[in-house]
């Protein structure tokens, strides 16, 4: 019985050692190809392996991408995921400020993975629905937060939370698209300056 469990053990940690491995070739050849011109044969060869033992963990160029999106994703999950309990406007603000300012230097780290997303968004409906999912998700946490803030009398509560949530969302995604085609020149301060600015004086009282 321990022999059964140690070799199962063995196989699930190569399996796991064989799709990181996929994932490593993938994100450098879509970073050095672009997505149009990568082909999952391109990633096979990179990363040294079968095409059978390939096909096991993906199933085409889009699974594989779309397992870096996530991968990359749950680090911008992760801010969007921090607490918020503010108890003032100005607390609000700040951790608004702080949010923002990570998100869009996460976005700047990730620029060169991020910019082969956007590329797929537009080519791939497998990609497109993934992002329509991603962009679902954050909408949905940044509305519970307004939610919050109007309860505790913070925001006004004639603004719906879920269109302003939608607005809050695609305004941050615009920046990061941007921030991904412009190389770094962007003054990033300056960006989170002015969204947290117009968003909080338009948003809370």
Known sequence: MTNHINTLSQRQLKSVQTRNKLLGAARKVFIDQGFQKTTITQIIKDAELGYGTAYVHFKNKDDILIALIEDVMNQFYKIADLPFRPTTKDEAERT???????????????????????????????????????????????????????ENNLAY?????????????????????????????????????????????????
Do not use: C
């Open 96 to 150: 608004i400020r702080k949010q923002v300012g990570s998100f869009l230097e996460l976005a700047k780290q990730e620029q060169r993975i991020l910019a082969v997303v956007e590329e797929a968004i537009g080519q791939s409906p497998i990609v497109q629905a993934k992002w329509n999912d991603i962009r679902e998700r954050f909408v949905e946490g940044i509305a519970k937060d307004i939610t919050y803030s109007q």
């Open 157 to 205: 509560p004639d603004v719906d939370p879920l269109l302003a949530g939608k607005g809050w969302f695609y305004s941050n995604e615009m920046f990061l698209w941007e921030i991904t085609k412009r190389d770094g020149k962007m003054n990033l301060e300056d960006i989170v300056h002015n969204l947290t600015t117009m968003y909080v004086r338009g948003l809370y009282k």
